[in-house]
Structures are given as C-alpha cells and as structure tokens.
C-alpha cells in the first residue's frame, strides 16, 4: 500500500497499470521417520515442474510417495508434477508416506550376490529376485534353508512383514579331465 499525491497538475485522469511478477515458493520435503536429507525445491506460481525424487531411506519400509499432513495419504507419487501448492510465497511442507515391508536377505551360500537385501511390499509378488554368480556351479535358486527347505519364486507373494532370509541353492558344473 502506497500514498500517492498529485500525479498530476493538469486535472486530468492518470492511469496506473498494475506490474505483476510470477510468486515464487518453496517446497520442503520432510523424512517422516525416515534418513536422509533433501532440499527444499523453488517452484513458480503458474508453472507445472515435477518434484524432486525421493531420496530419504527407512530400513524395513517402502516409500509410497507425499503427504500434506504428517498422517495424510499419499497426495502426490514420486516425482510427480505439480503446479501451484502454494500462492502466498512461502514453504509447504510434503511428508514421505511409508508402508511397513518385508526385509529379505539374500545369502549366497558360497557364491557371490551383489544385493544384500531389498524390501518387498507384503502382499505382492517378489517380482525381481538377484542372481547369484559361484564359480563352477549353476543356480539352483533361492530356498528357506541352507540346505533343503522351500524354493521361492519371483511370483511368490511377500507374506509377513517378518524378515526373512533366503539362501542360494547350487549345483556343481563337472570338469572334464583329460
């Protein structure tokens, strides 16, 4: 808000046009229980842009994409694009959403595997399990016991949010001497 006085001196009418520039905000990014750091994102007032991708962790949980609130549901997936959460200029907060998940390890068994463990989202397949590499031998696949126990396959579903360990069952190649 401003006071003017005598624009002008001649009695007439002066126009004042309006100057408009585009608001610019901030969007924070909160772990929510999480590890990690993220920074914040600027964002303009009228302009789509996707929000940055996750990069908090949470050991034993999948992350399903931003809140509003702390306790929300998910309003936004990852790296979605947004346009104008705010309109004032100042910060909004998104809050990661997690899903408590079932941590396998995966136990080479004498072979090597360059996954560890990976989190599966219980009552879904496995999807993609590693492939172990042992010289001399062929995977087998993975079982529930070093010895003997239960194959699991890509299809079976992830049932508890119990870890688990799966092994790596081998079978050796002969060597032809001679």
């Not at 100057?19 to 969007?27: D, G, L, M, R």
């Not at 549901?73 to 959403?97: E, F, H, I, P, Q």
């Not at 508890?160 to 060597?175: D, G, K, Q, Y």
Request: aromatic share 12%; charged share 20%.
């Amino acid at each position: 808000k401003a006071e003017v006085k005598n624009l002008r001196t001649d009695g007439k009418t002066q126009t004042l046009y309006a100057v408009w520039a585009k608001q610019n905000y901030t969007v924070a990014f909160d772990a929510n229980g999480g590890k990690g750091k993220m920074s914040a994102q600027k964002m303009t007032f009228g302009k789509a842009a996707n929000l940055a991708k996750n990069a908090f962790t949470r050991k034993g949980w999948l992350f399903l994409g931003w809140a509003k609130t702390p306790t929300g549901a998910v309003a936004y997936k990852n790296a979605a694009s947004v346009k104008n959460l705010r309109t004032d200029g100042k910060t909004t907060t998104l809050y990661a959403v997690w899903e408590k998940a079932q941590t396998v390890k995966f136990d080479a068994n004498g072979g090597t595997c360059v996954v560890a463990e990976k989190d599966f989202k219980v009552g879904k397949a496995y999807g993609s399990l590693p492939e172990p590499t042992r010289k001399w031998y062929t995977f087998l696949g993975w079982f529930t016991a070093a010895d003997g126990g239960d194959w699991v396959a890509a299809t079976d579903l992830a049932e508890t949010t119990a870890s688990r360990t799966l092994f790596a069952h081998w079978e050796s190649i002969p060597v032809r001497v001679g």
